[in-house]
């Protein structure tokens, strides 16, 4: 049973505009929250995390959303450029208690030029 | 600075033979995760080794093991292969065993086909 998932396997978004990649999780016990990007016949690599006591970290044209009643969290990328085009991971975990990290399936986004 | 490497990147295997692939991680760094990840879908946690020592081990059979040597480097072995094992091996490196304190650190993977 998935515990993190992401329900879009792809978006499509013109330059310039925002883009908002989606993920819910159903683990109560994560309270740590990570997103990485990957290319083509890359590793992925970490782009941008939060914490479960903060709704919101921003990091440049990045910034993640934490909404913890609800079980979701959001990446906005504003504002979109081509070179962002990749696959985005939402990974979670529970914490110091925890050595792993629980991958969602990942988003596809082109942004088109 | 060299980030993590893996070794090989691409093998073909048959059912029933084993594999090892081997990972160095980032200089410094004392941890090394290995994670799955079949075509479609997320990587998935396979291990983590801090200091040498196993912290955790994701839901795979025993077919599956791991170990981590003094020089920090890892390897990853799987006996009697099935066509399931067939995916991108990721090692993934941190400074410190714990991944919420600092992102993990992914080489390019190995690709495993089996036949």
């Known amino acids: 049973d998935q515990q993190v998932k992401q329900n879009s396997p792809s978006l499509s978004v013109q330059e310039g505009r925002i883009s908002i990649l989606n993920c819910d999780y159903t683990?109560?016990?994560?309270?740590?929250f990570l997103w990485y990007k990957k290319y083509p016949a890359e590793g992925p690599t970490f782009l941008i995390s939060i914490s479960s006591i903060k709704d919101k970290n921003e990091d440049g044209r990045f910034t993640v959303f934490l909404n913890k009643s609800a079980k979701h969290l959001s990446l906005h990328i504003v504002p979109s450029q081509p070179g962002d085009s990749a696959v985005y991971f939402c990974?979670?975990?529970?914490?110091?208690?925890?050595?792993?990290?629980?991958f969602g399936k990942g988003t596809k986004l082109s942004v088109i030029p | 600075d060299a980030g993590v490497t893996q070794s090989p990147t691409h093998l073909i295997k048959t059912r029933g033979q084993q594999v090892t692939l081997r990972c160095s991680p980032i200089s410094g760094h004392k941890s090394v995760s290995w994670y799955q990840q079949v075509l479609g879908q997320g990587p998935q946690f396979i291990f983590q080794y801090y200091e040498k020592e196993e912290r955790g081990r994701g839901n795979f059979p025993d077919r599956f093991s791991a170990r981590q040597f003094p020089n920090y480097s890892s390897e990853l072995n799987v006996n009697a292969l099935l066509l399931g094992d067939s995916a991108l091996y990721l090692c993934?490196?941190?400074?410190?065993?714990?991944?919420?304190?600092?992102?993990?650190?992914f080489g390019e993977g190995s690709r495993l086909t089996v036949l």
């Open positions: 990974a979670a975990s529970e914490g110091a208690g925890s050595y792993q990290l629980t």
């Open positions: 993934a490196s941190s400074p410190t065993g714990i991944p919420n304190t600092g992102e993990l650190f």
């Open positions: 683990n109560s016990m994560f309270d740590y």
